[in-house]
């Protein structure tokens, strides 16, 4: 194969959806926690949830242009 220099190329594409070629198991993107860190996210989210609803939205809300 000999090379000219610089150039370019040119296709057509087809843009279509392809169908998985394997099954996606429902772990795939998150690994289930390890018992303690499940125990964790469920005693400190009810508590992060509350502060974001409490204290944080309102802030956004009060300092959003509008």
Known sequence: ???DGEGF?????EFSRVPPSEV???SFWIEPLPSIAAHAWDA???M???YYGTTMKPM??????D
């Not at 956004?60 to 242009?65: F, S």
């Open 1 to 3: 194969m000999t090379y």
């Open 44 to 46: 400190l989210g009810k």
């Open 9 to 13: 190329v040119l296709t057509d594409l």
């Open 48 to 50: 992060g949830s509350d």
């Open 60 to 65: 956004l809300l009060q300092t959003r242009p």
């Open 24 to 26: 996606i198991p429902e």
